[in-house]
């Protein structure tokens, strides 16, 4: 007479089902370094675009109308009165910011073709970042900004350029909104494709079309009758 067999679980011993949400040691290290490459690359992307914004002070100084100021020794007043020069120094720096945040979005994506969410958030804190810079670069190098100041320097009767003033703030999104676009369609024309994985099943069933019905057996002819 032998013994009972006892039941023994074997799924101790078994490796976890991949779509399980079982995850090793390995699996946790593997997605903490790709979280810290994400945020190095975000971090390195923010920093060379933020240093682009010199480029955007230098030729919004350079590019930038003057606004022409006169005065009589008791008051500074415009010397064009119907002038547009200040509505073009705001659209100047909206199209400088735009034609850069297009540059820098084309480099980023030749250099990190294969995108990631670190890069994004990088080339948009970089042009924001950027286009402060740039905005307080070139009030800095341009014009005094002490307006009575400088006519008095100057004396009455002599005209010169008022100091360079970013009136509407909304030009300084122009460049992560240009970088932003510009990445997005350049990713979703040439970015890499992931493969499908092997094995992969559709969700859908696939479809077959249904079975013939089995033929019905004809009946047996009646038996002869004997006359």
Do not use: N
């Not at 005094?144 to 703030?169: Q, S």
């Amino acid at each position: 007479m032998t013994a009972p067999l006892t039941p023994h679980d074997h799924s101790s011993h078994l490796p976890p089902y991949p779509g399980s949400g079982a995850s090793g040691p390995d699996q946790g290290e593997d997605r903490t370094k790709a979280v810290l490459s994400e945020v190095r690359r975000g971090a390195l992307v923010a920093l060379l675009v933020t240093v682009c914004g010199v480029g955007l002070g230098l030729l919004w100084l350079w590019l930038s109308p003057r606004v022409p100021l006169v005065s009589d020794g008791r008051a500074v007043y415009l010397k064009d009165t119907e002038g547009e020069e200040a509505i073009g120094g705001d659209g100047t720096f909206a199209l400088i910011a735009a034609g850069l945040g297009i540059l820098t979005a084309a480099t980023v994506f030749w250099r990190y073709r294969r995108g990631g969410i670190g890069v994004v958030l990088g080339l948009a804190a970089g042009g924001v970042l950027a286009s402060l810079v740039g905005w307080r670069l070139g009030v800095w190098l341009g014009p005094d900004t002490d307006i009575v100041a400088h006519a008095t320097a100057v004396g009455p009767k002599v005209v010169f350029d008022a100091p360079l003033e970013l009136r509407a703030k909304s030009a300084l999104v122009a460049w992560p909104i240009a970088a932003m676009v510009v990445h997005l369609v350049l990713t979703s024309a040439f970015g890499p494709r992931e493969p499908d994985a092997p094995g992969a099943k559709s969700a859908y069933p696939a479809w077959t079309p249904p079975a013939a019905p089995p033929p019905t057996p004809s009946a047996p002819p009646p038996p002869p009758h004997d006359e």
